[in-house]
Protein backbone atom coordinates (compact mmCIF):
# COMPACT_ATOMS: atom_id res chain seq x y z
CA UNK A 1 0.00 0.00 0.00
CA UNK A 2 1.86 3.69 -0.87
CA UNK A 3 1.78 5.56 1.75
CA UNK A 4 1.14 9.20 2.12
CA UNK A 5 3.87 12.09 1.62
CA UNK A 6 4.90 13.39 4.97
CA UNK A 7 3.68 16.67 5.49
CA UNK A 8 5.09 19.21 3.18
CA UNK A 9 6.54 16.97 0.78
CA UNK A 10 6.06 17.30 -2.62
CA UNK A 11 3.48 14.15 -4.07
CA UNK A 12 5.88 13.31 -6.77
CA UNK A 13 8.90 12.62 -3.57
CA UNK A 14 8.99 8.73 -2.78
CA UNK A 15 7.30 8.48 0.60
CA UNK A 16 8.00 4.55 0.79
CA UNK A 17 10.66 4.82 4.17
CA UNK A 18 10.67 1.24 4.49
CA UNK A 19 12.45 1.02 1.03
CA UNK A 20 14.53 3.81 1.38
CA UNK A 21 15.23 2.74 4.71
CA UNK A 22 16.02 -1.02 3.52
CA UNK A 23 18.10 0.71 0.76
CA UNK A 24 20.24 2.92 3.02
CA UNK A 25 21.15 0.02 5.24
CA UNK A 26 22.17 -2.73 2.97
CA UNK A 27 24.15 0.13 0.95
CA UNK A 28 26.22 1.34 4.72
CA UNK A 29 27.00 -2.96 5.08
CA UNK A 30 27.84 -3.00 1.56
CA UNK A 31 30.56 0.18 2.20
CA UNK A 32 31.51 -0.69 5.73
CA UNK A 33 32.49 -4.20 4.08
CA UNK A 34 34.67 -3.07 1.81
CA UNK A 35 36.39 -0.30 4.28
CA UNK A 36 37.14 -2.98 6.70
CA UNK A 37 38.14 -5.98 4.60
CA UNK A 38 38.30 -4.83 0.65
CA UNK A 39 39.84 -1.31 0.50
CA UNK A 40 40.66 -1.68 -2.82
CA UNK A 41 37.85 -2.82 -4.05
CA UNK A 42 36.25 1.05 -5.45
CA UNK A 43 32.93 -0.86 -6.26
CA UNK A 44 32.18 -1.66 -2.60
CA UNK A 45 32.60 2.35 -1.80
CA UNK A 46 31.11 3.54 -4.98
CA UNK A 47 27.61 1.12 -4.06
CA UNK A 48 28.31 2.84 -0.34
CA UNK A 49 27.87 6.68 -1.70
CA UNK A 50 23.78 5.80 -1.88
CA UNK A 51 23.72 5.18 2.14
CA UNK A 52 24.22 8.57 3.81
CA UNK A 53 21.71 11.00 1.31
CA UNK A 54 19.25 8.38 1.94
CA UNK A 55 19.58 8.02 5.53
CA UNK A 56 19.59 12.05 5.04
CA UNK A 57 16.96 11.41 3.49
CA UNK A 58 15.27 9.60 6.08
CA UNK A 59 15.58 12.35 8.73
CA UNK A 60 13.96 15.15 6.56
CA UNK A 61 11.14 12.43 6.20
CA UNK A 62 11.02 11.27 10.09
CA UNK A 63 10.77 15.39 11.17
CA UNK A 64 7.68 15.55 9.25
CA UNK A 65 6.46 12.10 10.52
CA UNK A 66 7.26 11.97 14.22
CA UNK A 67 4.47 12.56 16.99
CA UNK A 68 8.06 14.03 19.08
CA UNK A 69 11.08 16.11 18.31
CA UNK A 70 12.46 16.02 21.49
CA UNK A 71 12.33 11.54 21.54
CA UNK A 72 13.37 11.26 17.78
CA UNK A 73 16.52 13.43 18.94
CA UNK A 74 16.72 11.29 22.23
CA UNK A 75 16.23 7.96 20.01
CA UNK A 76 19.84 9.56 17.57
CA UNK A 77 21.20 10.35 20.51
CA UNK A 78 21.37 7.42 22.39
CA UNK A 79 21.52 5.56 19.22
CA UNK A 80 25.03 7.69 18.44
CA UNK A 81 26.67 7.13 22.24
CA UNK A 82 25.92 3.51 21.72
CA UNK A 83 28.04 2.93 18.18
CA UNK A 84 30.68 5.01 19.23
CA UNK A 85 32.62 2.20 21.11
CA UNK A 86 31.62 0.33 18.23
CA UNK A 87 32.36 2.87 15.65
CA UNK A 88 36.06 3.54 17.04
CA UNK A 89 36.94 -0.46 16.65
CA UNK A 90 35.73 -1.33 13.52
CA UNK A 91 36.88 1.66 11.15
CA UNK A 92 39.93 3.02 13.32
CA UNK A 93 38.62 6.02 14.76
CA UNK A 94 39.64 7.53 18.22
CA UNK A 95 37.00 9.33 20.66
CA UNK A 96 37.25 12.89 19.18
CA UNK A 97 36.32 11.44 15.86
CA UNK A 98 32.52 11.07 16.44
CA UNK A 99 29.91 9.04 13.79
CA UNK A 100 27.31 9.96 11.68
CA UNK A 101 24.50 9.59 14.09
CA UNK A 102 25.59 13.05 15.62
CA UNK A 103 25.35 14.51 11.65
CA UNK A 104 21.84 13.49 11.73
CA UNK A 105 21.06 14.53 15.10
CA UNK A 106 22.64 18.18 14.31
CA UNK A 107 20.32 18.01 10.59
CA UNK A 108 17.39 16.94 13.11
CA UNK A 109 17.78 20.14 15.45
CA UNK A 110 18.36 22.33 12.45
CA UNK A 111 14.96 21.48 11.27
CA UNK A 112 13.35 21.33 14.89
CA UNK A 113 14.74 24.92 14.88
CA UNK A 114 13.85 26.38 11.57
CA UNK A 115 10.44 24.68 12.47
CA UNK A 116 9.91 26.65 15.74
CA UNK A 117 11.30 29.44 14.60
CA UNK A 118 11.86 31.20 18.12
CA UNK A 119 13.86 33.81 18.81
CA UNK A 120 15.07 33.87 15.29
CA UNK A 121 15.98 29.97 15.63
CA UNK A 122 14.83 29.35 12.16
CA UNK A 123 18.03 31.04 11.03
CA UNK A 124 20.32 30.77 14.44
CA UNK A 125 19.67 27.24 15.14
CA UNK A 126 20.71 25.52 11.47
CA UNK A 127 23.85 28.05 11.38
CA UNK A 128 24.90 26.58 15.22
CA UNK A 129 24.41 22.75 14.18
CA UNK A 130 26.82 23.56 10.96
CA UNK A 131 29.47 25.51 13.26
CA UNK A 132 29.08 22.63 16.02
CA UNK A 133 29.68 19.83 12.30
CA UNK A 134 32.24 22.12 11.37
CA UNK A 135 34.52 22.52 15.11
CA UNK A 136 33.93 18.90 15.82
CA UNK A 137 35.10 15.75 13.78
CA UNK A 138 32.20 13.64 12.54
CA UNK A 139 31.71 11.60 9.92
CA UNK A 140 30.59 13.81 6.78
CA UNK A 141 30.97 17.12 8.59
CA UNK A 142 29.34 20.06 8.41
CA UNK A 143 28.74 19.26 4.85
CA UNK A 144 26.28 16.12 5.72
CA UNK A 145 24.27 18.64 7.94
CA UNK A 146 24.02 21.50 5.39
CA UNK A 147 22.69 18.07 3.00
CA UNK A 148 20.14 17.62 5.68
CA UNK A 149 19.13 21.10 5.48
CA UNK A 150 19.09 21.65 1.82
CA UNK A 151 16.96 18.77 1.50
CA UNK A 152 14.09 19.92 4.01
CA UNK A 153 13.90 23.20 2.18
CA UNK A 154 13.64 21.66 -1.12
CA UNK A 155 11.27 18.79 0.08
CA UNK A 156 8.17 20.87 -1.30
CA UNK A 157 9.34 19.99 -5.20
CA UNK A 158 10.90 16.97 -6.97
CA UNK A 159 12.63 19.24 -9.41
CA UNK A 160 14.28 21.30 -6.52
CA UNK A 161 15.26 18.22 -5.03
CA UNK A 162 16.93 16.94 -7.99
CA UNK A 163 18.47 20.09 -9.07
CA UNK A 164 19.75 20.16 -5.45
CA UNK A 165 21.47 16.48 -5.11
CA UNK A 166 22.80 17.08 -8.51
CA UNK A 167 24.43 20.77 -7.49
CA UNK A 168 25.37 19.26 -4.04
CA UNK A 169 26.93 15.78 -5.70
CA UNK A 170 29.23 17.89 -8.23
CA UNK A 171 30.54 20.24 -5.30
CA UNK A 172 31.34 17.21 -2.93
CA UNK A 173 32.99 15.21 -5.85
CA UNK A 174 35.26 17.75 -7.14
CA UNK A 175 37.33 16.68 -3.82
CA UNK A 176 37.44 13.12 -4.34
CA UNK A 177 39.19 10.44 -6.83
CA UNK A 178 37.71 9.58 -10.23
CA UNK A 179 36.18 6.46 -10.83
CA UNK A 180 37.67 5.30 -14.21
CA UNK A 181 36.13 2.35 -14.25
CA UNK A 182 33.42 -0.07 -12.45
CA UNK A 183 33.37 -4.12 -12.44
CA UNK A 184 36.52 -4.34 -15.18
CA UNK A 185 34.55 -1.80 -17.31
CA UNK A 186 35.69 1.70 -18.79
CA UNK A 187 33.13 4.40 -17.67
CA UNK A 188 34.04 6.96 -20.45
CA UNK A 189 35.64 6.63 -24.24
CA UNK A 190 39.33 7.69 -24.48
CA UNK A 191 38.86 11.13 -26.78
CA UNK A 192 41.82 13.52 -27.91
CA UNK A 193 41.47 17.31 -27.67
CA UNK A 194 40.01 17.60 -30.69
CA UNK A 195 37.09 14.90 -30.43
CA UNK A 196 33.35 16.42 -30.96
CA UNK A 197 33.14 14.12 -27.80
CA UNK A 198 35.15 16.33 -25.57
CA UNK A 199 32.64 18.19 -24.17
CA UNK A 200 30.59 15.53 -23.26
CA UNK A 201 33.32 13.30 -21.81
CA UNK A 202 34.14 16.01 -19.67
CA UNK A 203 31.04 16.80 -18.10
CA UNK A 204 30.01 13.08 -17.76
CA UNK A 205 33.87 12.77 -15.97
CA UNK A 206 32.95 15.67 -13.24
CA UNK A 207 29.73 13.00 -12.05
CA UNK A 208 32.42 9.99 -12.01
CA UNK A 209 34.04 10.46 -8.77
CA UNK A 210 34.00 8.63 -5.64
CA UNK A 211 31.41 11.15 -3.20
CA UNK A 212 29.96 12.72 -7.07
CA UNK A 213 28.44 8.68 -6.80
CA UNK A 214 26.38 9.67 -4.07
CA UNK A 215 23.68 10.84 -7.33
CA UNK A 216 22.71 7.36 -7.75
CA UNK A 217 20.75 7.96 -4.24
CA UNK A 218 18.63 10.26 -6.10
CA UNK A 219 16.41 7.79 -7.94
CA UNK A 220 15.09 6.12 -4.52
CA UNK A 221 14.07 9.59 -3.50
CA UNK A 222 12.47 10.76 -6.70
CA UNK A 223 10.60 7.66 -8.39
CA UNK A 224 7.75 6.73 -6.36
CA UNK A 225 6.96 2.83 -5.11
CA UNK A 226 4.91 1.43 -2.95
CA UNK A 227 6.85 -1.72 -1.72
CA UNK A 228 5.18 -2.70 1.42
CA UNK A 229 8.44 -3.42 3.33
CA UNK A 230 8.28 -2.43 7.08
CA UNK A 231 11.05 -1.61 8.92
CA UNK A 232 10.73 -1.76 13.18
CA UNK A 233 12.04 1.35 14.55
CA UNK A 234 13.98 -0.22 16.62
CA UNK A 235 16.12 -2.47 13.83
CA UNK A 236 16.62 0.71 12.07
CA UNK A 237 18.55 2.14 15.58
CA UNK A 238 20.01 -1.04 16.37
CA UNK A 239 21.58 -1.78 12.93
CA UNK A 240 24.33 0.88 12.86
CA UNK A 241 25.94 -0.05 15.99
CA UNK A 242 25.31 -3.81 15.74
CA UNK A 243 26.65 -4.53 12.21
CA UNK A 244 29.61 -2.27 13.26
CA UNK A 245 29.99 -4.77 16.29
CA UNK A 246 29.99 -7.90 13.77
CA UNK A 247 32.05 -6.53 11.26
CA UNK A 248 35.00 -5.45 14.20
CA UNK A 249 34.28 -9.70 15.69
CA UNK A 250 34.55 -10.72 12.09
CA UNK A 251 37.99 -8.93 12.08
CA UNK A 252 39.44 -10.14 15.17
CA UNK A 253 38.14 -14.08 13.96
CA UNK A 254 40.54 -12.86 10.58
Known amino acids: ??????????????????????V???????????AIFFPGVTELRVIGRIAFPLFCFGIVTGSQRTASM?????????????AQPFYMLALNHTAMQWNVMATLLLGLLSIWGMEKDR???????????????ALQQMDY???????????????????GLSALMVAFCLYWGSGSGEIRQLFGLPLLPETD???????LVSLLSSFLRLQGLALLSLPFMIVKTSSGIRVPKWLGYAMYPGHLLLLWLIRLAL
Open 70 to 82: PKYALRLLLGGLA
Open 119 to 133: YGSRVWAPLLCLAAA
Open 193 to 199: ALSPLRP
Open 141 to 159: GWRGVLLIILMYLARGSRG
Open 24 to 34: AMVTMVIDHVG
Open 1 to 22: MEQTAPRGFSEGLNADSGLIKT
